[in-house]
């Protein structure tokens, strides 16, 4: 069965601590992406990477910055928390074939405070 | 560019009943579809999708999609919903490079 997991399902972090998502598929994707979802704006993307050391920036990378260093895992790094940060974070993973569907991880619920 | 515009943000609906979520998109390429469905608390699975060929696509939990493509559209239905449908529903769009695009989500409610 195929799985994206993600490290934690809830955070609660500090205004100004450094925070690390992590994200492992097992399906030996080559891309992966990472989204924050709040209510009533859907699903935005921050960042994805199509290869171990590549990424590009979505509609939403401020304040977000991420390492892909082996093929199966992806992180999320917020340098300095902020409130507005508090989201649900969603990390996705696909193949780099002709079918564009994503895999998703069961996502982590960050509050900062 | 692309974009996904889902017409309802919350639709109720009596249990039995049939239903139908709305969603337009525009690209300036061709398109690949998805419907995904998230159950609360959890992430987002896939229920069905649009590549090619046919134009009604079947998908799991007895939904189905028709890709419209003169009215841009992707609408979801189900003749007959059940308590356990009461999720919300995310269409999306990919025109190419793997990059998708989601609408900002319809929360179906089911009423017993």
């Known amino acids: 069965d195929v799985k994206v997991t993600q490290s934690s399902r809830y955070l609660v972090k500090r205004t100004g601590e450094k925070v690390f998502l992590e994200c492992v598929q097992d399906m030996d994707h080559e891309n992966m992406f990472w989204y924050r979802q709040d209510p009533g704006l859907g699903l935005r993307l921050i960042y994805f990477s199509y290869d171990v050391k590549m990424k590009e920036k979505g509609d939403i990378p401020e304040g977000y910055s991420v390492s892909r260093e082996k093929k199966e895992r992806f992180s999320l790094i917020l340098e300095s928390a902020s409130t507005n940060q508090t989201s649900m974070y969603l990390c996705a993973s696909s193949f780099s074939g002709s079918s564009h569907e994503q895999f998703f991880g069961p996502g982590t619920r960050l509050t900062v405070l | 560019a692309q974009s996904v515009t889902q017409l309802d943000s919350q639709v109720p609906v009596f249990e039995e009943a049939p239903v139908e979520l709305r969603c337009n998109y525009s690209?300036?390429?061709?398109?690949?579809l998805f419907w995904y469905v998230q159950y609360p608390n959890q992430g987002l699975q896939l229920l069905l999708k649009?590549?090619?060929?046919?134009?009604l696509v079947k998908g799991i939990n007895g939904f189905e999609a028709e890709f419209n493509k003169s009215q841009t559209s992707f609408h979801l239905r189900k003749p007959s919903v059940h308590i356990s449908d009461t999720a919300e529903y995310f269409c999306a769009v990919s025109g190419g490079y793997q990059k998708v695009t989601f609408g900002i989500g319809t929360k179906l409610q089911v009423i017993p």
């Open positions: 649009y590549l090619s060929g046919s134009t």
């Open positions: 690209s300036s390429v061709s398109v690949y």
